[in-house]
């Protein structure tokens, strides 16, 4: 008789316990949901290269700030700006359009003191990746769209070769307008041939 009332108990209390985890399992992931839900994203912040930001500031304003350019192209119906940067073996480029600063591209360097970690701290993990002429060597670009930037680089080693900024928009829409050359897969991306960054 003593040993089935020892053994009930044990029983008794093992589906007590069981129940009590049971709903402090439920309260605990509901209550993660509800933090969860309630976050806010990301703030956007506005971007800028040296106060220069894309579809708002004029091409007055880019000679006015940072002189005259080292070189100018023209390419279709945009004027490209070479301005010298921090890199010594290449320009950064801003890109003119109907007399507004369209893109900018900064051509990165270890004085910049850019890094992916403060981008990724900044704006999260990227969720559109693009392959271009550097997916051979490890370098992809990382498209931030909705808050109009992006860097040329690899995420594992932490290396950036270029930032660009333009005016937040869809990842269609980059695509479209700066990015044509870039793919959505490996597979598709384009051989490096000399290419130098900013080209």
């Given at each position: ?29 509901q ?8 976050l806010?994203?990301?703030p956007?912040?506005e ?5 220069l ?14 002189g005259?350019?080292?070189k100018?192209?023209?390419k ?24 507004q ?6 051509i ?15 704006y999260g993990e ?9 997916t ?5 670009l ?15 080693k ?7 900024y333009?005016?937040p ?31």
């Amino acid at each position: 008789m003593r040993q089935i009332f020892t053994f009930k108990r044990v029983v008794f209390f093992g589906i007590l316990l069981v129940a009590i985890l049971y709903t402090v399992d439920k309260l605990l992931n509901q209550q993660s949901t509800q933090i969860t839900t309630n976050l806010s994203p990301t703030p956007t912040k506005e971007l800028t290269y040296k106060t220069l930001i894309p579809g708002k500031s004029n091409a007055g304003e880019v000679k006015e700030k940072l002189g005259d350019p080292l070189k100018t192209t023209q390419k279709e119906d945009i004027e490209v700006l070479e301005y010298k940067g921090t890199n010594s073996n290449w320009n950064d480029e801003v890109y003119i359009k109907n007399q507004q600063v369209d893109l900018i591209k900064q051509i990165a360097s270890v004085k910049d003191q850019i890094n992916v970690k403060d981008i990724t701290t900044s704006y999260g993990e990227p969720k559109n990746i693009l392959y271009g002429p550097y997916t051979d060597i490890g370098f992809f670009l990382y498209v931030y769209p909705e808050n109009g930037s992006a860097y040329l680089g690899n995420k594992e080693k932490g290396v950036i070769l270029e930032v660009w900024y333009f005016s937040p928009t869809t990842i269609d829409d980059f695509r479209k307008k700066y990015a044509q050359e870039y793919s959505e897969s490996k597979k598709n991306a384009p051989r490096m041939i000399d290419k130098a960054p900013g080209n």
